[in-house]
């Protein structure tokens, strides 16, 4: 690929870095400041619900989402899609099970609901386990896009890197969460703009959008019926639903960036509101993406850029299409690279924002409390998370530069973030679930489920992916290149067929072990189930055997604590405790 940046290009990426850098600057020096930590952690409890609901949609839907769900549809097909309905019965659960018990508690960490509930080690081990999680995936948010934009804009990765991650920590540190929303909000609309530039582009060069559909239906990239329960197909209705439902519960139901966000509102019901507001804008984002994905493969139908050499990675076909197609109208380009920044500025921001959160609320305030035996007054707390944040961001950075020479880490270390998602879904459910957990028994169901998933996640070898048909008679009449056929000869003898992406030679069929060939949507269906069933097992076992008390779950005068339980929950114990007293 070769560079298609012009200077409206830059100027319109210059001006919408300023953008963002001038909101972190607006809220540091409004309102109240940042003085307080309830200000600067919590936005002063002051947002409304519809920043708040855009950011949460900003927080984890980053560059590599964009990139990732186009080329999603362009090799897979549309079954993607149906996760959205995931979403859709996911959304009550956390809106009226999980949030009113993390909204009552009003605490700026979610860990903290585990020292309540079971005691400071499960805080400690799920905090630690988040934060090794969030510096992983930050630094990866960072790399990816600007391994793929490199060619678009012609500045080099280093500086692309040093240029996000900069200016994402300055607005994150000085402004606070209120900053980061707001800028969330702005970055959104960029990251719809990018994705319906390609869409719009396409359809102005195929005469419509007719033709896409047309060419999508011929090459059978339209698929929506997979009911199989065969859970080594990569996607099913019920691979996608179920895990769909693990993934989002375990992002937005008890995930410190998400929950954070939603206690920044005025009230539960605001909170509620916001969840809701979520999904409508999520799902928007997320039909819209794969369209693009269909529509990049109308313009590439009858050349695909990987098998004729020109890309490394078809997670790169949408700059390649930028530069190919956004050239002629001036600054277009550039509008799309800042939608694909803002992408990863606002998970950045978000993961930063919580990161602060967690080091300040799980590791600074007890060790403080255990050297000084006083806690840390508010007033001083807002220096140590505003320079937390500032750490944070740099360490993001260094992760990014780190990410260049891990080679296959990058793909370990996105499978970690959902990999840990499902055991540590199951350590809340089980507080917020059940009154028999105890520590003991959820330590070790955490580590048997975290074990497990590991294991499954990174063990191999693992079958190739199997992708839908892919055409290249188009390229060499299309260029009248003798090395684009030379590319595609090789290619064919030392790969894949080029339009059955089989492989090419008569070798040995390798045999998998069943577990390897699992879809990665069951990964943290597999981990939530092991940890749930082994923690509540060994709870009970260890109860039965007075090897643990529960004494976490009660309040001094021995009245269970019903403010830690989902509210179905919460009532029945009530009513129980009441029945006894009339008793008495």
């Known amino acids: 690929m070769e560079p298609s940046f012009d200077g409206w290009d830059f100027a319109v990426l210059i001006i919408i870095l300023i953008i963002s850098t001038m909101i972190g600057i607006y809220y540091r020096y409004t309102g109240g400041k940042q003085k307080t930590i309830k200000e ?5 409890q002051s947002m409304t619900t519809f920043p708040v609901a855009v950011s949460l949609m900003a927080s984890f839907m980053s560059s590599i989402t964009l990139l990732g769900v186009s080329s999603e549809s362009y090799q897979f097909g549309t079954m993607f899609c149906i996760i959205n309905f995931s979403y859709i019965i996911s959304t009550p659960i956390a809106a009226y099970l999980f949030l009113p018990v993390f909204y009552r508690m009003r605490t ?15 805080r400690l081990a799920a905090s630690i386990a988040y934060s090794i999680q969030m510096i992983l995936y930050m630094g990866i948010v960072l ?33 606070g969460l209120k ?14 703009a990018a994705i319906y ?102 313009y590439y139908r009858n050349c695909d850029p990987l098998l004729q050499g020109r890309i490394q990675s078809r997670d790169q076909l949408m700059p390649l299409f930028a530069v190919d197609t956004m050239g002629q109208y001036p600054g277009l380009c550039g509008l799309f690279v800042s939608g694909i920044f803002s992408a990863s500025l606002s998970t950045v921001s978000s993961a930063v924002s919580s990161l602060s959160t967690v080091t300040l609320e799980d590791y600074i305030k ?3 409390k255990r050297i000084t035996n006083t806690p840390l007054h508010e007033t001083k707390s807002t220096l140590p998370s505003k320079i937390m944040a500032c750490i944070y961001g740099l360490v993001c950075i260094g992760m990014a530069f780190t990410a260049g020479s891990m080679g296959g880490v990058l793909q370990a270390s996105l499978t970690i973030f959902g990999i840990l998602g499902g055991p540590l879904l199951a350590v809340f459910t089980l507080g917020l679930c059940t009154t028999r957990a105890n520590q003991r028994g959820v330590l070790v169901g955490l580590l048997l489920g975290l074990i497990f998933s590991f294991i499954i996640g990174f063990g191999g070898p693992k079958p190739p992916t199997p992708t839908l048909d892919f055409n290249v008679d ?17 290619a064919n003898n030392t790969s894949f067929n ?27 269906v597999i981990g939530f189930l092991i940890t749930t069933t082994a923690g509540y097992g060994f709870s009970s076992l260890l109860e039965a055997l007075k090897w643990a008390d529960n004494k976490q779950i009660y309040l001094d005068n021995q009245q269970i604590d019903v403010d830690l339980f989902i509210p179905p929950l919460a009532r029945r114990l009530r009513n129980n405790h009441t029945e006894e007293m009339t008793k008495l």
């Not at 700026?108 to 499960?122: C, Q």
């Not at 998998?512 to 943290?524: A, D, G, K, M, N």
């Open 40 to 44: 600067y952690l919590l936005a002063d």
């Open 108 to 122: 700026m960490s979610v860990y903290e609901y585990l020292e309540r509930r079971f005691g400071h080690s499960t």
């Open 143 to 175: 790399y990816a896009p600007a391994l793929a934009l490199e060619a678009v804009t012609g500045v080099s990765k280093i500086t692309a890197i040093l240029v996000i991650g900069l200016i994402c920590t300055f607005y994150s540190t000085i402004g």
């Open 179 to 192: 900053a980061v929303l707001i800028t969330d909000v702005f970055q959104s609309l960029l990251m719809f």
């Open 197 to 298: 530039s390609v869409i719009v582009v396409s359809a102005i060069n195929a005469g419509g959008l007719g033709p896409i559909w047309k060419v999508a239906g011929e090459r059978d990239r339209f698929n929506f019926t997979d009911f199989s329960l065969d859970p080594t197909v990569r996607h099913t209705w019920w691979s996608l639903i179920i895990g769909g439902m693990v993934t989002y519960l375990s992002l937005y139901g008890v995930n410190q960036v998400q929950v954070q966000r939603l206690l920044s509102v005025r009230n539960l019901e605001s909170a509620q509101s916001a969840l809701w507001w979520n999904l409508p804008i999520l799902s928007l984002l997320s039909f819209s993406t794969l369209f693009s994905g269909l529509a990049i493969f109308h």
């Open 366 to 368: 007890p060790l403080y």
């Open 474 to 490: 188009g390229c060499v009449s299309a260029n009248n290149n003798t090395l684009v056929a030379e590319a595609l000869t090789q």
């Open 498 to 524: 080029m339009v059955t992406q089989q492989p090419a030679s008569e070798e040995p069929e390798i045999e998998y072990y069943w577990l390897y060939r699992l879809s990665y949507l069951w990964l943290s």
